[in-house]
């Protein structure tokens, strides 16, 4: 399983960004996609997942309302539109991959950065 980030960058306080993960190597049918955020000195967060065949959604909360996650099925890629953006989300975000039936992500990509400037 291959899961690689795009779209990081740096952005202005209110900003958007898009980060795309393009995912291989198997039938993720069953599987949940997520993204996870580690900023500098803090431990891994959980943003945003959804379940790859059923398209169900879940959010962190201190990304409720300002983030939204999607997926392509025909493309393979999962998306994490950010909006509203803050200096508080700057962190490196990951992807992640999980099947439906475990509690923990199994698959990990290399992350992107993401800052935001006040």
């Known amino acids: 399983v291959q899961l690689v980030e795009s779209g990081g960058g740096l952005v202005q306080a209110g900003g958007s960004l898009r980060l795309s993960c393009t995912a291989s190597g198997r039938t993720f049918s069953s599987y949940v996609l997520g993204w996870f955020r580690q900023a500098p000195g803090k431990g891994r967060e959980f943003v945003a997942g959804i379940t790859w065949g059923g398209g169900v959604t879940s959010y962190g909360d201190s990304v409720k309302g300002r983030f939204a996650i999607s997926r392509d099925n025909a493309k393979n890629t999962v998306d994490l539109q950010m909006n509203s953006l803050k200096p508080e989300d700057t962190a490196v975000y990951f992807c992640?991959?999980?099947?439906?039936?475990?509690?923990?992500?199994?698959?990990w990509g290399q992350g992107t950065q993401v800052t935001v400037s006040s």
């Open positions: 992640a991959a999980r099947p439906m039936s475990l509690q923990r992500y199994e698959y």
